[in-house]
């Protein structure tokens, strides 16, 4: 009886594949030189409007600032704000972040990059009257450092590095996981992959023509009008300073995928249960189920933590930091 053969990539895949400009501080040097030089404008500027919100200028000057706080934060100056706030996982990832930053950091790209997330948050419990803001800047960054790890397209490219032996052990795996954004193993072997933290081909859902309520936002002229030397930024990728969130994250839009085929199949199937179905949802949401089946559109995304937690047989793992990725284990 065959049983199934499965393998789990992370990062230390693509470092061995691409070199140095996909480790942390050459990323890091990669998303400063191109702020400092005004490109990312354009991610900090609201639909509609000239100026961006924080210029490059800004941008590093603010990065820059941040090495003193986070100084504090190793200090422990900001552990009651932090209590305050109630976050446990945000305790959590505090805690790992003073274990591991043990000596002062004295350069922006000592820090790990999701770890800024924790910072701004932690940098914004102090100013309260901005925290609402969190999720903007949080998104600003997210496309500066998807940008970076893109590396002008050379990771799609990463594939030509891949020799015939190494080529043929991924082909051997019944089932490929990857935390990878970059689509190198798929493009190596022809297998389908799936990748637990979203990826570069996908575009993200508010701005998928093929998603209902990308596909609403985009009807109504509510849809993000990126440059085309950005369109890699609108991906699905999954970026946070907690795996845990990560987790939560992708595994509810799992549930929404799932939950929507579902719904389409009661629409083709049994139009009276659907209608009764709609009649118990608010307007807004109406509007989003009766785009989706008319148009035979997806909703969420599948994530594939639950064919990753259903997995039977062996699992290799290759290049995860443990670290970092705890919510996988």
């Known amino acids: 009886m065959h049983k199934p053969r499965s393998l789990l990539i992370g990062n230390g895949f693509d470092v061995q594949l691409g070199g140095d400009d996909y480790l942390n501080k050459w990323i890091i040097v990669r998303m400063l030189a191109k702020a400092k030089m005004g490109k990312y404008d ?23 600032n941040l090495i003193k706080f986070a100084n504090d934060i190793r ?61 903007l800047v949080k998104q600003g960054f997210e496309r500066m450092i998807c940008d970076a ?18 080529k043929s052990f991924l082909i051997e795996h019944d089932n490929i996981f990857t935390l990878n954004y970059g689509n190198e193993i798929e493009r190596a072997t022809g297998k389908t992959v799936f990748h637990l933290h979203g990826d570069f081909s996908s575009n993200h859902p508010s701005e998928d023509e093929r998603n209902a309520i990308g596909f609403l936002r985009i009807q109504k002229g509510e849809n993000i009008d990126l440059p085309l030397e950005f369109q890699h930024c609108n991906n699905t990728a999954i970026l946070d300073f907690s795996g845990n969130k990560k987790y939560r994250y992708a595994t509810s839009m799992t549930k929404a995928h799932c939950e929507f085929e579902r719904i389409k199949l009661m629409a083709h199937e049994n139009q009276e249960n659907y209608i009764q179905f709609l009649d118990k949802i608010p307007p807004e949401h109406q509007e989003i189920v009766k785009a989706g089946v008319e148009n035979d559109l997806s909703l969420g995304v599948d994530y594939y933590f639950e064919k990753l937690e259903n997995l039977t047989g062996k699992l290799e793992i290759i290049g995860i930091a443990p670290q970092n990725d705890n919510h996988i284990f």
């Open 42 to 64: 354009i991610l900090f500027t609201k639909k509609g409007e000239k100026a961006p919100l924080i210029t490059g200028d800004e941008i590093i000057t603010l990065l820059n």
């Open 75 to 135: 200090e422990d100056i900001y552990d009651d704000a932090v209590a305050e706030y109630g976050d446990k996982e945000l305790k959590e990832t505090l805690q790992d972040f003073k274990n591991y930053h043990d000596v002062p950091i004295t350069s922006i790209e000592e820090i790990g990059m999701e770890n800024w997330f924790m910072i701004f948050l932690i940098y914004l419990l102090t100013q309260k009257d901005i925290l609402d803001q969190y999720e």
């Open 149 to 166: 790890i893109f590396c002008e397209g050379n990771i799609q490219s990463l594939h030509r590095h891949i020799n015939k032996n190494a």
